[in-house]
């Protein structure tokens, strides 16, 4: 039983940041229909950047509460970050928004692979380690344990998704890309600038996958320039299975799909007898993203809808 | 000038044509030779590619199915090989047997990864295949346990190479006052079953599936409403593109000797695709062109690159293999934003791609950008 909670937790912890970069995959998909292949590689540089300036710091031998350095990191990543996704969205998207469905596909997976390979040459081909700023402690409960960390992680998570949700839902832009997503011609003859809600959904989502890389790489406690691919291609299951375009689905799909790898991992050792172990994590993700597109294309919380032409 | 390529007047000119191509191509493995064995093993490896990318070219290009996972079934092929003639499980079957076994192995992936996916979306099928492709990896990656069926990451090795009888294609041999190395007697091989690809691809192109292919990439409902039967023409597609891969795997793992879960990653499936989009997607001139273009050019850049850096820093500050995939992602973007239909283009795609803001679609969203546009100055935001 024990096992079973600390899964929990873990799944949970792992799935808040699904759910942050999931959102950025559908806010973009809700909007203009594309599937942003290249922001699992934003989330990757966010923490490249943040790892750079808390290294920076920490080797300086300033003393500041780690709290100051960690927000000194994202002040750098952030900016950097949604300066990317504008570029990104300006360069590779915009130009191609009335080109057959392919051919944004394709500019965001070549997009994908530049943004690896200069991370590559920027922060080199090996595994960087994340310094400890913090003790990490671990508080029992029921057996299991959760650590300061990764109640940092859920609470942080879960904080950035209330504000995120208050800025669709109560502001002025929040409501102009809501319209956009209804219908983009219908909204720019409303007086909404589209190019400009577009970007915005960009930057935001860009905002998000920094603080979520600093997350991802907090946990796991290394940085790596290839560790935004696979991370990228789960956040987009769990937007797929709550239901792309829908923010509550894509919170609740990150969370799901935390806590079904975190469980699969868990169990599938003593399921099968020994015969496969925890190294097939990360084939779950795919199984369930196969599965949801099959028997339920449109998520757990999205609308069915007819094909267009 | 312009009379020597006037080949509608000179039926003759085209004979003359294929037969200087066809002395090139002979030629070609000797000439290689001279500059280093290495350049002939490159030219096999374009060879593969070209069937890899013809391959591809029937999903993506013909039947505009996006298939990320396509080295899933180039891996299928050559694992199919490599268990069915090594060491490793003891079995030691003879090339012919194998070859048409892997296809029907890769095949046969094709349809269980085709038949519950095609009813998706572009975009979704691109994900879904990708997924695909990454399961195969990491079960050729951890199928070693409970019993070792691929030999884990470690791969598998002593793979025997094509023979009929005492003829073996690895052994440098002599032949009627010339000498043939291991890879020259491959390149041949190779060459003919690349020859043999391409008449398929270009009879496929030409015949009532190949035009019920197009009719699907072009509009979907709109094909099904002249009464084409669209899950089995794409899963025919799906099927069909995977035996070529098949064949392309066997061939790889026997040229190599060597199988490793590590090559058969994404960015095999990414390059590959790169190919077929670089070159000119459902051209099959244009896909020859680009498999040729993107495996040359890497070998290019590590002859050249690294020692240049060498010379100028005395050390390699960027690998070639970094600058390669740094290229190819540049390449995807600017062809796709400058020349949508690749550097080869039919001509019936590049005059498709040329007319604009000819239908009612089209002019909602330039009066829209319109709308948009005067509307910038007071907007909302």
């Not at chain 1, 757990?300 to 007819?306: F, K």
């Not at chain 2, 330039?366 to 005067?374: D, H, K, P, R, V």
Request: hydrophobic share 55%.
């Amino acid at each position: 039983m024990d096992i079973f909670i600390q899964q929990i937790i873990n799944g949970v912890t792992l799935g808040s940041i699904y759910a942050l970069v999931a959102l950025g995959y559908t806010m973009v998909y809700g909007i203009i229909g594309l599937i942003n292949f290249a922001h699992g590689e934003v989330v990757m540089i966010g923490a490249m950047i943040v790892l750079s300036v808390v290294t920076g710091l920490l080797g300086a031998h300033i003393t500041l509460p780690p709290l100051v350095i960690v927000l000194a990191g994202l002040a750098v990543a952030v900016p950097i970050c949604m300066g990317i996704a504008y570029a990104m969205e300006k360069v590779a998207y915009r130009p191609l928004r009335r080109a057959p469905r392919l051919a944004p596909l394709i500019t965001a997976i070549g997009m994908s692979i530049v943004l690896q390979n200069v991370a590559m040459m920027i922060w080199g081909r090996n595994y960087l380690s994340f310094p400890d700023l913090i003790e990490q402690k671990s508080i029992p409960i029921g057996g299991a344990v959760i650590t300061n960390l990764q109640i940092g992680i859920i609470l942080l998570a879960a904080l950035m998704m209330a504000g995120l949700v208050l800025l669709v839902q109560k502001t002025r832009l929040g409501m102009a890309m809501r319209a956009t997503a209804q219908n983009q011609a219908v909204a720019g003859l409303m007086g909404i600038d589209i190019n400009t809600v577009i970007s915005a959904a960009f930057m935001i989502g860009a905002a998000l996958a920094a603080v979520a890389g600093l997350m991802v790489m907090s946990y796991y406690g290394i940085a790596h320039y290839y560790m935004g691919f696979l991370l990228g291609l789960k956040a987009f299951t769990a937007a797929v299975l709550g239901g792309i375009g829908n923010l509550a689905g894509a919170m609740l799909g990150g969370i799901l799909l935390g806590i079904i790898e975190a469980l699969g991992a868990g169990y599938i050792g003593d399921l099968t007898g020994g015969a496969f172990g925890s190294e097939y994590q990360d084939v779950f993700a795919f199984f369930v993203l196969i599965l949801v597109l099959i028997f339920r294309p449109s998520g757990l919380l999205g609308e069915r809808v007819g094909d267009r032409a | 000038m312009k009379s020597f390529f006037d080949t509608k007047n000179n039926p003759q000119l085209v004979w003359a044509g294929v037969g200087l191509i066809a002395v090139a191509l002979v030629l070609l493995p000797f000439g290689a030779a001279l500059i280093g064995t290495a350049w002939v093993r490159v030219l096999n490896f374009a060879l593969l590619y070209i069937m890899l990318a013809l391959g591809l070219n029937i999903v993506v290009g013909f039947a505009g199915l996006l298939d990320l996972g396509y080295i899933a079934f180039y891996a299928v092929g050559a694992y199919t090989y490599a268990l069915l003639a090594s060491p490793h499980l003891g079995i030691h079957l003879p090339f012919w047997v194998i070859l048409p076994i892997g296809a029907m192995v890769a095949c046969l992936f094709g349809v269980l990864l085709g038949a519950p996916t095609l009813k998706l979306r572009g975009d979704y099928l691109a994900i879904v295949t990708l997924g695909f492709g990454e399961i195969i990896r990491i079960f050729l990656n951890n199928l070693n346990r409970p019993f070792n069926l691929t030999n884990g990451p470690q791969g598998i090795n002593l793979i025997d190479p094509f023979s009929v009888g005492s003829f073996s294609f690895s052994k440098s041999q002599s032949i009627a006052g010339i000498d043939f190395s291991g890879p020259q007697k491959y390149y041949f091989l190779l060459l003919l079953v690349t020859i043999g690809i391409i008449v398929v691809n270009v009879r496929l192109q030409n015949s009532r599936l190949g035009r019920a292919w197009e009719a699907i990439r072009e509009d979907e409902i709109a094909a099904q409403a002249m009464g084409i039967n669209t899950r089995n023409v794409k899963l025919l597609a799906f099927a069909m593109g995977a035996s070529f891969a098949g064949v392309a795997g066997g061939m790889f793992s026997a040229t190599q000797a060597f199988v490793s879960p590590e090559s058969f990653n994404l960015f095999e499936s990414i390059i590959v695709l790169a190919m077929v989009v670089l070159g000119g997607m459902g051209h099959i001139p244009g896909v020859v062109l680009g498999a040729i273009l993107l495996t040359v050019f890497p070998e290019f850049l590590r002859y050249t690159v690294e020692p240049a850096q060498q010379a100028l820093f005395h050390r390699v500050i960027v690998p070639a293999e970094s600058l390669r995939l740094l290229v190819f992602g540049i390449a995807m973007v600017a062809i796709m934003l400058y020349r949508p239909a690749g550097l080869w283009p039919s001509a019936v795609r590049r005059r498709e791609l040329q007319t604009d803001y000819d239908d009612a679609d089209d002019a909602v969203a330039a009066a829209n950008e319109a709308a948009s546009a005067t509307a910038s100055r007071d907007a909302v935001l």
